[in-house]
């Protein structure tokens, strides 16, 4: 029978080499390097064709021997090999098939910048601060090493061939900065990397699931570094691994997929708070049922499952295990029990696992069922024991955290009832010292002191008493506050509310209408420019904990009055940088909103900076005095084709003063109000 031809060098080639040749059907991979044929498994149908080729020599290759079918299974990027190999079969009767990539998810990450081409990143990245750890392979380094300023402070991950590394010592590469290995890579490990060799950006390309690209954002985002990701701007068609193996089993009449029964089947558990007597009936059951039990050493201590446990309750740690284990046929049917304290859905690491594992079965390098059996939490646990309900409670944790104290104080103050995680007996000294000082003395704090534990203890305190409380343990508590401070359902805060001093202030009506017209978002990202006092900051941030606030100010007295009206009104969503506009928008991620109160003269240069960071950003600009309103207007007119919704407001208002018997109306001064949103790629705006 005919063979299958395939063109590999990918994860997903080595695959589908794997699947036919257990399914019994021959076939030869070619690939490009020494290196690509190493990884391949050996198998009696199964030949390796190594060396790269050209159109011709393609052409040439499949004419010899009468292929039933070829599949393309190169790199997303391999563009001239796809193109070489559709061209070699042009006029030929054999079915071609380009195996699709699965993508990863689309990402969220503030700090992830697209660029079009290596050369648009390259560019970007002489402007980076610091080392650059660049995992795109040894094939576009040319690009990124013609210059000292960047060649220098690049490290480069490639894999471990002769080839890569030759050229990485061509292009001027020092050894010690050469990262040779072999993926794929975990977020931990991606995470690990960049804090060894101090890394300050990651350049990247937009790969798929096999490609690692989810875990090197992950691990970027862990570490607040921003990633410069190359786009994949080839058409996204093809056919999926599992459409490929329908076509295999259509052409060949046998099944390329075999079913297989699970090697593990996979449970997370919650525990609950520690004692054997709280958990569901359903984790106790799968705990007896147990193979393997893994998870921290203090909550696995007590339970005895049939082969073995092992105190491991990270990814980098499980999934290493797990693979190994499969490896022994002997495993399949095992049940591996992974436990966790508390409930599963409840500030817990569970999550991350889960999505680690999860990714680990779909890529097919686990074979596993996968599950999730809540715990009982503290939380629910100490509002039945006094009898109290949590639904209408706000819930917060301050459990190994730092700096909690602003977030906690708002909290507390807008809630009739705050439940609380806590990391001992040092935080509820600490919640005892920062309601005294705060005014909240009417407080009364129920603490569930080592819930479930034989040593359990209901304490009601005063916020007195929690300022002497001494005795160490597990804490979790009930701030019940019988004087709330409703919150406002709009911003509208008062003049009067902020300190000011000298410094110049966006007046209140002033400042609810260019709100208004910003058109805020959960979880925007807002540069407030020439920030004054931070009035807007502070109102925008009040609006919502998922809003993140740049305040830009160059002026130290005014950026010391922003901190301090922020810590007046508890936003801890702001961060005030003390900058010239715009070198000071240099390392801030991408914003999704810009107000600019005051520009310095620099109004063009701050439009320009703002539109390359996000051409589709929404702005609202003032302007008081002639001289601003015509730079408003230039910059009107040198964005006309890429801005939508243009509005321009003209607000003057007046506020009464008394003066004896009478309230006289004083005007101030009229504000110019012009708001719009960039468009990107150019397309007019029709409402002008």
């Not at 569970?350 to 074979?367: A, D, F, T, W």
């Not at 069922?369 to 629910?380: A, E, H, K, M, V």
């Not at 005294?436 to 002191?449: F, P, R």
Request: hydrophobic share 35%; net charge negative.
């Amino acid at each position: 029978m005919k063979e299958v031809l395939i063109f590999g060098g990918t994860t997903e080639g080595r695959r589908l080499s794997e699947y036919l040749a257990e399914a019994g059907i021959a076939h030869t991979i070619c690939v490009a390097t020494e290196y690509g044929e190493q990884v391949l498994k050996e198998h009696s149908l199964v030949k390796v064709h190594q060396g790269r080729m050209q159109e011709q020599e393609i052409r040439t290759f499949i004419k010899e021997k009468d292929y039933a079918a070829v599949v393309d299974a190169t790199h997303p990027y391999a563009e001239v090999i796809t193109q070489n190999i559709k061209a070699a079969l042009e006029g030929l009767p054999i079915p071609y098939y380009r195996l699709q990539r699965k993508m990863a998810e689309n990402q969220t990450y503030e700090k992830l910048y697209y660029f079009d081409s290596h050369e648009e990143c390259a560019l970007a990245l002489e402007a980076v601060n610091g080392n650059i750890l660049l995992t795109t392979g040894s094939k576009e380094l040319i690009v990124y090493t013609s210059k000292e300023i960047l060649r220098s402070r690049l490290y480069i991950r490639v894999l471990p061939s002769m080839e890569s590394i030759r050229l990485c010592e061509e292009k001027g590469i020092s050894g010690k900065q050469i990262l040779a290995l072999q993926g794929p890579f975990s977020a931990e490990l991606n995470e690990a990397i960049m804090k060894q060799y101090s890394i300050a950006c990651m350049v990247t390309k937009e790969s798929g699931i096999n490609g690692g690209f989810s875990e090197k954002i992950q691990a970027a985002k862990n570490l607040d570094i921003p990633v410069y990701v190359i786009r994949n701007t080839t058409k996204k068609d093809g056919l999926s691994f599992t459409e490929i193996c329908m076509v295999m089993e259509k052409l060949y009449n046998r099944s390329c997929r075999k079913e297989k029964a699970n090697i593990f089947e996979i449970v997370l558990a919650g525990t609950g708070m520690g004692a054997k007597g709280n958990l569901t009936k359903e984790a106790e059951q799968a705990i007896m049922q147990a193979d393997i039990i893994l998870g921290a050493e203090r909550i696995i201590h007590d339970y005895e499952p049939k082969m073995e446990k092992q105190p491991y309750y990270l990814s980098s740690q499980i999934i290493p295990y797990l693979r190994e284990r499969q490896k022994k046929k002997v495993e399949t049917g095992k049940k591996v029990v992974i436990l966790f304290s508390g409930d599963s859905g409840f500030y817990s690491g569970c999550e991350k696992l889960y999505q680690s594992l999860k990714q680990e079965i779909e890529q097919g390098e686990l074979s596993a069922s996968l599950r999730i059996l809540p715990g009982i939490s503290s939380i629910s646990y100490l509002a039945a024991r006094i009898g109290v309900n949590y639904q209408d409670a706000a819930i917060r944790s301050i459990h190994g955290k730092q700096d909690w104290e602003q977030e906690a104080l708002v909290t507390v103050k807008q809630n009739a009832k705050t439940f609380l995680l806590t990391s001992g007996v040092k935080d509820i000294q600490a919640l005892g010292r920062l309601f005294l000082e705060n005014g909240l003395e009417q407080c009364v704090i129920t603490a569930g002191y080592q819930l479930s534990y034989p040593e359990e203890e209901l304490l009601e305190l005063s916020v007195e008493a929690c300022c002497k409380l001494t005795k160490e343990g597990l804490y979790t508590c009930l701030i019940q506050n019988p004087a709330v401070e409703p919150k406002l359902l709009t911003h509208g805060k008062a003049d009067e509310d902020f300190i000011r001093d000298n410094v110049p202030m966006t007046k209140e009506e002033v400042r609810e209408v260019s709100i208004c017209k910003l058109k805020l978002q959960e979880d925007s990202v807002l540069y407030d420019i020439g920030s004054g006092t931070g009035s807007i900051a502070v109102e925008v941030a009040s609006l919502s904990e998922s809003v993140r606030v740049f305040s830009i100010e160059r002026k130290e007295e005014a950026a010391s009055l922003i901190e301090s009206n922020c810590n007046r009104f508890g936003t801890r969503n702001v961060t005030v940088i003390q900058a010239f506009a715009p070198e000071g928008f240099e390392k801030l991620p991408m914003p999704t909103h810009a107000f600019i109160g005051g520009s310095g003269g620099n109004m063009k240069e701050i439009m320009a900076v703002l539109y390359q960071k996000n051409p589709k950003l929404r702005v609202v600009m003032n302007a008081i005095s002639i001289e601003t309103i015509c730079e408003m207007r230039e910059v009107i007119e040198a964005y006309m084709d890429k801005i939508k919704d243009l509005d321009i407001v003209q607000l003057q208002t007046s506020k009464a003063k008394k003066i004896g018997d009478y309230h006289l109306m004083q005007a101030q001064n009229p504000v110019w109000i012009c708001s719009f949103t960039f468009v990107e790629n150019g397309e007019n705006n029709k409402n002008i």
